[in-house]
C-alpha cells in the first residue's frame, strides 16, 4: 500500500504536470516547467529509496 509520502510527492507531479499543460503564456509555461522539473527530481528520489529497500 503507498505510504502517505508516496500519495504526497505523486498528487505535486500530476498537479504540475497539469498545469503545465493548461499553461497560457511562456511565464507560466517556465513556472510550471520549472515545478515539474523539481517534482520528477522528487519522483526519482522516491523510486530510489522504494528500490534500496527492495
Do not use: C, Q, Y
Not at 500519495?7 to 509555461?29: C, H, M, Q, Y
Amino acid at each position: 500500500m503507498p505510504s502517505d509520502e508516496t500519495r504526497r510527492i505523486l498528487k505535486l507531479f500530476g498537479v504540475a504536470v497539469t498545469n503545465l499543460e493548461d499553461a497560457a503564456s511562456p511565464a507560466e509555461r517556465a513556472r510550471w516547467s520549472s515545478e515539474l522539473a523539481a517534482r520528477l527530481r522528487e519522483v526519482h528520489d522516491l523510486i530510489e529509496r522504494l528500490e534500496a529497500t527492495s
